[in-house]
């Protein structure tokens, strides 16, 4: 059974950093893309990041661009969102999610994952 869970989420106040995980059991992480999405209350499902199956590419919402970097070790089955400078519009539910390798015009497609974490609430306080 495939599993992606979250952790590293919290409160923290506008400017602060804060660092989170996915971790994955049931699957080879290394054969999968891997993608952050996030939701806040009242609005859709949003593309964060993205980062392809061996790490060597990646790509930003322009809304994190240059505040939030998405990194991964194969080794460990784990995916990582640190987030740096957060502003109260962080605020959301943050999802990681795998899919199979593919084209990366698609990285930023949430249809295209195929496993889902169940989620971590961050929470930036101004």
């Known amino acids: 059974q495939v599993q992606l869970v979250e952790s590293g989420g919290g409160l923290v106040q506008a400017g602060d950093s804060q660092r989170l995980s996915c971790a994955a059991s049931?699957?080879?992480?290394?054969?999968?893309?891997m993608g952050w999405f996030r939701q806040a209350p009242g609005k859709e499902r949003e593309f964060v990041a993205a980062?392809?199956?061996?790490?060597?590419?990646?790509l930003y919402a322009d809304s994190v661009k240059g505040r939030f970097t998405v990194s991964r070790n194969n080794a460990k089955n784990t995916a990582f969102l640190q987030m740096n400078s957060l502003k109260p519009e962080d605020t959301a539910v943050y999802h990681c999610?795998?899919?199979?390798?593919?084209?990366?015009?698609?990285?930023?497609?949430?249809?295209?994952?195929?496993?889902w974490g169940q989620g971590t609430q961050v929470t930036v306080s101004s």
């Open positions: 980062i392809s199956w061996s790490g060597a590419s990646t």
């Open positions: 999610a795998a899919r199979p390798m593919g084209p990366p015009r698609d990285v930023a497609v949430a249809v295209r994952y195929k496993y």
């Open positions: 049931g699957l080879t992480l290394s054969n999968y893309d």
